[in-house]
C-alpha cells in the first residue's frame, strides 16, 4: 500500500468535504507532511493571556503536528496593569505575548483597539474581515459570546460577523475561559484532548508575568482542564462549541 498517496487522498478528501464534516478531536490528529496539507488556524482573544489560557492546549497541539498557528489578540491589554500607564502596560503585554507564542511556534497579531473600551461596529466588523481575508485560515477559535467580560464579547461578536462576511469557509469554535467566573452557559460539542500538551500551555501562559498566571489557573483553568478531560475519557481536556454550517445560518447582510 503507498501510504504516501494515501496520506495525499484523504487530505484531498478532507478539502473537498469542508472541515465542518470533521469533529476537532479529527482536525487536531492530522499531522501534515507537505506544506499544502497544513492547516492555517488563527486563535482570537480580547487581550494577551486569553487564547493561552483558554486553548493554548489545543494551539500547541496543531502547532507541534505541523500546521500554521497564529494569535489574534484584540487588544494589547493596556488596562491590565495597575500603576501603569497604558502605553507601559501596552509594552509589557506585547511582550509577554511575543514570548508565550513563541513557546506555543505561533505568530502574535494585534487587531488594534484599547483594553476596557472595545467596540462593535461597522468599522471593527471590516477590519476583522479584512484580517481574515487575508489570512485565509481553515480554523477559526473565539471566546464564548455569553462572557461576563465585554472585551471577550466583543472579539467574539467581532469574528463571528467577519465569519458572515468571508467568502471562504473556515470552521468555527468557541473557546471557554474561568468557566462560572467569565464564561457562562458553555456545553462543549467538541474535545482535545491535551495531556501531553499541559505543560506548554502551562508555560506559555506563565509568559504573562504581569496577569498573575498563578491566579489565572486558581480562577478555574486547571480544574477546567481535568472536567473535560473526565467528560471525554482523557486526563486533561479542553472544551469547545462548534458553530453550525454557514448554510444554517440565516444571512442578516
Known amino acids: 500500500m503507498n501510504t504516501g498517496s494515501s496520506r495525499r487522498k484523504f487530505f484531498k478528501q478532507v478539502s ?5 464534516t470533521l469533529p476537532l478531536t479529527t482536525l487536531a490528529e492530522l499531522k501534515p507532511e507537505r506544506a499544502d496539507e497544513r492547516l492555517k488556524v488563527i486563535c482570537i ?7 493561552e489560557s483558554g486553548c493554548g492546549g489545543t494551539l500547541a497541539r496543531l ?14 491589554g493596556e488596562a491590565g496593569i495597575d500603576g501603569k500607564s497604558h502605553s507601559e502596560a501596552a509594552s509589557i503585554r506585547t511582550k509577554e505575548a511575543e514570548a508565550g507564542c513563541k513557546l ?12 476596557g473600551t472595545t467596540v462593535v461596529n461597522s468599522e471593527w466588523i471590516k477590519k476583522m474581515t479584512d ?10 477559535f473565539t471566546h464564548w459570546p455569553i462572557d461576563s467580560h465585554p472585551d471577550h464579547q466583543a472579539a467574539s461578536l467581532l469574528t463571528l460577523q467577519a465569519y458572515l462576511r468571508v467568502a471562504r469557509k473556515f470552521q468555527l469554535y468557541f473557546y471557554e475561559v474561568c468557566a462560572g467566573e467569565q ?5 462543549p460539542t467538541d474535545y482535545v484532548d491535551i495531556t ?13 508575568v504581569s496577569q498573575d498566571p498563578a491566579g489565572i489557573y486558581a480562577c478555574g ?19 469547545f462549541v462548534k458553530l453550525a454550517g454557514r448554510d444554517t445560518i440565516p444571512s442578516i447582510l
Open 196 to 208: 501531553s500538551f499541559q505543560e506548554i500551555k502551562r508555560k506559555a501562559l506563565y509568559c504573562h
Open 221 to 239: 483553568h486547571e480544574i477546567m482542564e481535568k472536567f473535560r478531560g473526565a467528560e471525554s475519557g482523557v486526563k486533561a481536556a479542553e472544551g
Open 45 to 51: 482573544g480580547g487581550h494577551p493571556d486569553d487564547p
Open 131 to 140: 484580517f481574515l481575508k487575508q489570512e485565509q485560515p481553515d480554523l477559526v
Open 16 to 20: 473537498a468535504m469542508g472541515l465542518a
Open 104 to 115: 506555543l511556534k505561533a505568530q502574535p497579531h494585534f487587531l488594534g483597539q484599547i483594553d
Open 63 to 76: 502547532s507541534a503536528a505541523g500546521h500554521d498557528v497564529h494569535l489574534l489578540y484584540l487588544t494589547r
Open 183 to 187: 464564561t457562562m452557559n458553555f456545553h
